[in-house]
């Protein structure tokens, strides 16, 4: 009984095999800059919230595989969107909450511990779909030079990723784009990721890339 418990054991391990170098991988500060300060009060979801929830969602797949030596793929591996830089604030607040900052805002510190470890396993869980409360990576890029469209060009996604431009570098998009569809070529599409720009860009810079536009969203809350 004990000789067949460390032989399935061993099994698993090494079908895991291929996933265990995931957990080494950490987030790429040359090709991204993490969100800052807790949103100051949020009030709760708005409509463009929940719009914004829906598309980083579209395409994205379910991060879950049949085999733990498989990796997933996402259906649309880029997806860009436009928002009016008068939503900033709300725009932070949304992906404070999808990065699961939120989360640790409300547990004591072995508890936001706990919670990294968590998150830190995941990918050994190859047969779980992702939940809808899974924490992405975050980006909020102020600033784009060459040196970060050349990390960018490079990187490759540890998770699902939302990135950020805010207004002073919306005017990068197109060249952001060229990087992160370099990146897709180059290293696959096991996660999703979506750009969203603070400022104008014009549709056909951001066509191949899923477009969305919700400049005209209204900041309306439910109830």
């Given amino acids: 009984m004990l000789t067949a418990g460390l032989a399935a054991a061993?099994?698993?391990?090494?079908?895991?095999?291929?996933?265990?170098?995931?957990?080494?991988?950490?987030?790429?500060t040359a090709a991204l800059q993490p969100i800052t300060g807790q949103p100051a009060?949020?009030?709760?979801?708005?409509?463009?919230?929940?719009?914004?929830?829906?598309?980083?969602?579209?395409?994205a797949g379910s991060g879950a595989t049949l085999f733990p030596w498989r990796f997933p793929a996402a259906p649309c591996p880029l997806a860009c969107a436009v928002?009016?830089?008068?939503?900033?604030r709300r725009v932070h607040a949304f992906g404070y909450r999808l990065a699961g900052y939120h989360q640790?805002?409300?547990?004591?510190?072995?508890?936001?511990?706990?919670?990294?470890?968590?998150?830190?396993?995941?990918?050994l869980l190859w047969f779980l779909p992702r939940r809808n409360d899974e924490p992405w990576d975050d980006a909020w890029l102020t600033d784009v030079d060459d040196a970060r469209l050349a990390a960018l060009a490079c990187w490759r996604p540890r998770r699902p990723t939302l990135i950020v431009?805010?207004?002073?570098?919306?005017?990068?998009?197109?060249?952001?784009?060229?990087?992160l569809n370099a990146g897709?070529?180059?290293n696959g599409n096991r996660?999703?990721?979506r750009l969203?720009?603070?400022?104008?860009?014009?549709?056909?810079?951001?066509?191949?890339?899923?477009?969305?536009?919700?400049?005209?969203q209204p900041d309306q809350r439910n109830g």
């Fill in 10 to 28: 061993a099994a698993l391990l090494v079908a895991v095999a291929p996933r265990l170098p995931r957990l080494r991988e950490r987030y790429d």
């Fill in 196 to 216: 969203l720009i603070l400022g104008d860009i014009d549709h056909q810079d951001a066509v191949s890339a899923g477009y969305r536009d919700f400049r005209d």
């Fill in 104 to 123: 640790l805002d409300t547990r004591s510190r072995l508890g936001g511990i706990a919670y990294r470890i968590g998150v830190q396993l995941r990918p």
């Fill in 165 to 179: 431009l805010d207004a002073a570098a919306a005017g990068f998009a197109p060249r952001v784009i060229d990087a």
């Fill in 41 to 59: 009060n949020d009030e709760g979801p708005a409509t463009l919230d929940m719009a914004l929830q829906d598309w980083v969602m579209e395409g």
């Fill in 83 to 88: 928002v009016s830089p008068t939503q900033r």
């Fill in 184 to 186: 897709i070529r180059r």
């Fill in 191 to 193: 996660q999703p990721v």
